[in-house]
């Protein structure tokens, strides 16, 4: 719900909006269909914030898996990640119980999520500050809510 009107008031005042996300995983048995319902709604929000010319950036850092990566993360066409971060659809554990085979301990690592091109960046941690500056003066130009 936060998600939603903060998309909503970015839209509503010409902002940029930027997600940070800090973990994501299991949003069916963490927060049961709740959590489900909400990620449509996350997503159309983020659709008409887009829609609306809005600028929208995603910055991954630690673990980030599953439905929100698959739903209204994956809507921005701006995606980066902490060097450290790991992306992916699915989570080691869930691969494993699946598919019943191991994967490589770097697959879901921000340098292969890179070569897979579904992030257009990775960033030190140090520099976060820095470079989601120049981003957003690059990506924005003198308006930073409209491309």
Not at 10 to 28: D, E, Q, S, W
Not at 36 to 44: D, G, K
Not at 76 to 96: C, D, E, T
């Amino acid at each position: 719900e936060k998600f939603i009107r903060a998309a909503e008031r970015a839209r509503k005042k010409h902002m940029p909006f930027i997600a940070y996300v800090h973990g994501t995983a299991g949003i069916r048995i963490q927060e049961g269909v709740n959590g489900v319902i909400q990620m449509p709604r996350c997503t159309m929000a983020v659709r008409r914030y887009i829609e609306d010319g809005g600028l929208y950036l995603v910055i991954y850092d630690t673990n980030s898996y599953a439905g929100p990566v698959a739903s209204f993360l994956g809507c921005s066409p701006y995606q980066f990640a902490i060097r450290s971060a790991n992306i992916g659809f699915a989570g080691p554990g869930v691969i494993r119980e699946t598919t019943g085979m191991d994967i490589r301990p770097d697959y879901h690592r921000a340098h292969n999520a890179l070569s897979r091109g579904h992030i257009q960046g990775i960033w030190d941690r140090r520099e976060l500050r820095s470079n989601l500056s120049q981003a957003l003066l690059t990506m924005g130009g003198r308006n930073l809510y409209y491309r």
